[in-house]
């Protein structure tokens, strides 16, 4: 796309040349070579039409659109072919440094910018003297001004100054050219209250031997400031007036001799690992900005032991050359801090007085005789400890690295989080011997990916002579008691002491916010939604109480344990690192940690909806279920759990299902099954019962016939016994045992001579749940499926079909037309309608109800499996080979990398042979049965109708493929 013999030129009266000839509209169509000047200003980036509408028009026509559309038109014949190009609702202009002035400024400025990052300043005067120099016309307000908006123009006006600005401290810098003092002094004209022009314009004077000019540059500034905008100069020019006036060398550029380097900066860790992107972050924001008379601080913030002084002291090794003095202070203290810095001032020859505070000045201005320093300011406790040691003014960097996350004005923060898995077994690998890769992989993610937590670990391991394979079932035992053990050489202690030590100085300032953290504890480690917290004061303990019921203090809460790291926001969740929960949770007597489970189960109990079934409820439910999860887990290992928790597993692992995440709800149920168990006296309670009905569909869901099986008629003959025949939930149970036995997931468990049973069963199901939920409920409709299913085994399509249409009506007046319960009716339906022939209905059915099953799930949800499969054999029936190929392929391959070698794998095998079958590819249907059959028929049985069918089919795809070979 990139045509050099194109020209745009915008720094100056606009000109559009292509092959040196101008083209475009002329200087009287102000709206069309606006429009194109809006584009070439924002080159590279979309501009929407709305935005170009709000920008060309105060009052906006009502043919603004298409006027738009008509001046791009006119451009684009002007213009070689696909220049102006449209994105979206916009227009997108490519233009190259090459092609456009604005364009080679901002490229010229970015590469000045490098090189006076890494101190090059006599490239960098070059690169930036080229962008300003690009400029045809410093007054762009007058240019722009009946073409672009003001904010438009503002902005070229600020590059403008942003380069002139870099470019006179490139070159002030350097010592090499003073040619900048003229442009400065039109700018100061013109923008007269810039005091970083004063500034620069100040030391220009200085390098040309014009200090008195210098001196009443900056009386006549002073003068004005304090007329026109009552105030005096700022820190930046009052420090250049004093290096003015004692002839401060460094006001000569690098030409004056280099000083001796002066550092204090302990030893490199020679097995640092990983943090490659935080390294650049650092580095970026540390470069030099227009305005240098505040060194750019960075904060180095995140959770003990997440490596912040380890990332800042591999930061300064790898950039020590740049520096001509670094040095490390243990900003822990007030007087840590205060001692470190006198250190630095003995060591640099300017001692101060024993009140030393009034006199750090001195420091300061001994410090810019240095071209670039870097402090390091470790384990800060916050802007308010370290607002009196903080430089105000210089040419050097500060790393400040602590646990607080707000710097305000003093640094720019870094979050330091916990490795990304790459990187922890590396660590972990530096500091082991590594035998068993995918134990150390599991065992890094079990602490939680936080480098300490690796570290100590490792160390802990040395120290016992214990393998990795050894020390994780360990950890998963008695995590609290190990992470008080194996303190690394290198750091003050383990994990344990140090946030406890944090947890002390809390309890110190209020209980509330140790109650807070020791709720937390009990819930899972991320997005903790802080309406959850609020959603039942009574359940709390009076402090925390307190807290929650106002907003102020929860805020004021929130706040003051984020200052430890403790806690993480993101908007209206918090977020809590799974060892600091275990740390707090070991803190705790047996009785507090079960006082504290129970607390976050009647949140959540508070929080929940009271349905699953309005999908509106659905974005509480995804938030909420991880901390059930957490919830249940416990209240299985104890036992017991309050009133209505397992009714909450139940509607959470519903939730599941419906989001088609079985083994989720699969864990959850036997929970709620140990729970029930636990706390029955005789294991035939109905609430057991209706567990074992819910885990039932769940095992069959994921290919465990036999298990679902057992569960339902288990569930069968407790519900029975505790309700009599006519209950719900025993019409549910049977329904659900039906659906087990029926073709409900690929296969049939009814032999023939049961479906009449099986129809009786289906019909009082049906009559005692219409009686009790009426005609029109989700139950009746499966159900009803279920029916169907057992009346299209016996022959009765007809009947079949009818059943299947009913249900489906059914779950569309309860969910609407895109619930993936419709989806999975649609697919049924359209199955019998293709055994009835008519093959265009039963793929309309099919292919709708992929289309929302996906939408649903996802292209790679093993939902979508059956619909796929199904959907293929009716293709193989109708003559599309190639297609019902992709389909059975999709089918198979989803099944065995979900559910791995059950009953799903197995026929959706079968139906991908039958393929090859009809394609003639007997080795690959071959392959497939052969495979396929021995694992089916041992969960079916040798004589299930399925197994009898795939064994057909494997003898004749073998003995089609010996004809084969005896003819050739």
Not at 493 to 502: E, K, P, Q, S, V
Not at 671 to 693: C, H, K, N, Y
Not at 858 to 879: C, F, R
Request: aromatic share 6%; hydrophobic share 40%; proline share 5%.
């Amino acid at each position: 796309m990139t045509n050099v013999n194109l020209r745009v030129r915008l720094l100056g009266s606009l000109e559009v040349r292509r092959d040196g000839q101008l083209v475009g509209p002329g200087v009287d169509a102000t709206k069309q070579r606006a429009l194109l000047l809006l584009l070439a200003v924002h080159a590279n980036h979309v501009l929407s039409k709305d935005g170009l509408i709000d920008a060309l028009w105060i009052r906006p026509p009502a043919s603004a659109r298409n006027l738009i559309e008509k001046y791009v038109s006119v451009w684009r014949k002007s213009l070689d072919p696909g220049r102006l190009e449209t994105v979206a609702q916009g227009y997108l202009l490519h233009l190259s440094a090459e092609e456009c002035d604005l364009e080679l400024v901002k490229h010229r400025l970015k590469e000045g910018r490098a090189a006076a990052a890494v101190d090059d300043y006599e490239r960098a005067e070059l690169e930036l003297r080229a962008a300003f120099d690009a400029w045809a016309e410093p007054d762009i307000e007058d240019i722009t001004r009946d073409l672009l908006p003001a904010g438009e123009t503002q902005r070229l006006v600020d590059l403008y100054l942003h380069v002139l600005q870099e470019w006179s401290f490139a070159a002030l810098t350097a010592g090499t050219d003073i040619s900048v003092a003229e442009p400065l002094r039109d700018a100061l004209t013109k923008y007269p209250f810039s005091e970083r022009l004063a500034e620069l314009l100040m030391w220009a004077h200085y390098q040309q031997g014009r200090q008195d000019e210098a001196t009443r540059l900056y009386a006549r500034t002073r003068r004005l400031l304090a007329v026109e905008l009552g105030h005096d100069p700022g820190q930046s020019l009052e420090s250049m007036h004093s290096r003015v006036l004692r002839r401060d060398d460094s006001l000569n550029g690098l030409r004056r001799p280099a000083l001796a380097r002066i550092t204090n900066l302990p030893p490199r860790n020679r097995r640092f690992t990983g943090r490659v992107e935080l390294l650049e972050e650092i580095a970026r924001r540390m470069r030099p900005r227009a305005d240098r008379s505040s060194p750019p601080g960075v904060a180095v913030w995140g959770l003990v032991g997440a490596g912040k002084s380890a990332l800042a002291l591999e930061f300064a090794h790898r950039h020590r050359e740049q520096y001509d003095c670094i040095w490390w202070v243990n900003a822990t203290t007030r007087a840590s801090t205060a001692a470190g810095l006198e250190a630095l001032a003995s060591r640099l020859g300017c001692p101060l007085p024993a009140d030393r505070d009034p006199h750090l000045y001195q420091l300061w201005d001994e410090l810019r005789r240095f071209r670039r320093w870097l402090l390091i300011l470790d384990n800060a406790a916050g802007t308010k400890e370290l607002s009196d040691y903080w430089p105000p003014t210089g040419t050097g960097d500060i790393i400040a690295t602590s646990l607080h996350p707000e710097w305000g004005s003093y640094a720019s923060p870094v979050e330091v989080g916990v490795f990304r898995p790459v990187e922890s077994v590396d660590f972990l690998s530096q500091r082991i011997a590594s035998t068993d890769p995918a134990t150390e992989t599991a065992l890094v993610a079990e602490l939680g990916h936080l480098p300490l937590a690796i570290e100590q670990a490792a160390a802990y391991m040395g120290q016992t002579g214990m393998t990795a394979a050894e020390y994780l079932p360990l950890f998963r035992r008695r995590r609290g008691q190990l992470l008080q053990r194996g303190a690394p050489d290198d750091h003050s202690g383990t994990i344990d002491t140090t946030w406890r030590l944090a947890r002390a100085e809390l309890e110190a300032l209020s209980a509330a916010h140790v109650q807070l953290l020791d709720l937390c504890a009990f819930l899972a480690p991320e997005d903790i939604p802080i309406a959850l917290l609020r959603t039942d004061p009574d359940s709390l303990p009076v402090e925390l109480r307190t807290t929650v019921s106002d907003d102020l203090l929860l805020e004021d809460a929130i706040s003051e344990i984020r200052k430890y790291s403790l806690l993480t926001r993101a908007q209206d969740r918090l977020t809590m690192h799974c060892l600091v929960q275990a740390v707090v949770a070991s803190s705790l007597s047996s009785s507090d940690r079960a006082a504290w489970q129970r607390r976050a189960a009647q949140l959540e109990l508070s929080w929940a909806p009271g349905t699953v079934e309005d999908r509106a409820t659905w974005p509480t439910w995804e938030l909420l279920v991880p901390h059930i999860r957490v919830c249940a887990a416990a209240m299985a290992e104890a036992g017991k759990a309050p009133d209505g928790f397992i009714d909450l597993l139940h509607r959470a692992s519903s939730y599941l299902v419906s989001r088609a995440s079985f083994a989720e709800a699969g864990r959850l149920l036997r929970d709620a099954l140990s729970i029930g168990q636990a706390m029955s006296v005789d294991q035939q309670s109905p609430e057991i019962g209706r567990t074992l009905t819910e885990l039932g569909e769940v095992l069959e869901r994921t290919g465990d016939l036999k298990g679902a099986l057992s569960a339902q008629e288990r569930a069968l003959a407790i519900l029975q016994r505790s309700y009599g025949p006519d209950d719900p939930w025993v019409a549910r149970a049977l329904g659900r045992l039906g659906n087990v036995l029926t073709c409900h997931h690929g296969v049939t468990l009814w032999k023939p001579d049961e479906l009449d049973e099986a129809e009786r069963r289906f019909i009082h199901a049906l009559t005692v749940l219409e009686s009790a939920w009426g005609p029109v409920h989700p139950v009746v409709a499966h159900t009803l499926s279920g029916l169907g299913q057992v009346r299209q085994d016996r022959g009765d399509l007809a009947t079949g079909q009818a059943c299947q249409e009913r249900a489906l009506q059914i779950l569309q007046a309860c969910y609407g037309p895109d619930h993936p319960d419709v989806g999975h009716m649609l697919d049924k339906l359209g199955f019998v309608l293709g055994l009835r022939g008519d093959f265009a209905r039963s793929r309309a059915c099919h292919e709708r109800g992929l289309a929302i099953l996906e939408n649903s799930f996802g292209t790679d949800a093993v939902d979508i499996g059956w619909t796929l499969s199904n959907l293929g054999m009716l293709l193989l029936e109708t003559g599309g080979l190639g297609d019902a190929l992709a389909y059975q392929q999709r089918a198979h391959a989803l099944f065995e990398a979900k559910l791995n070698q059950s009953h799903p794998t197995q026929i959706t095998a079968w139906r991908l042979a039958k393929v090859y079958l009809r394609m003639g590819d007997l080795e690959r249907a071959r392959e497939l049965l052969e495979a396929a059959l021995p694992r089916l028929e041992d969960q079916l049985g040798p004589t299930h109708a399925d197994v009898v069918g795939m064994r057909a089919d494997l003898h004749r795809a073998v003995d089609e493929c010996r004809s084969r070979q005896l003819k050739i």
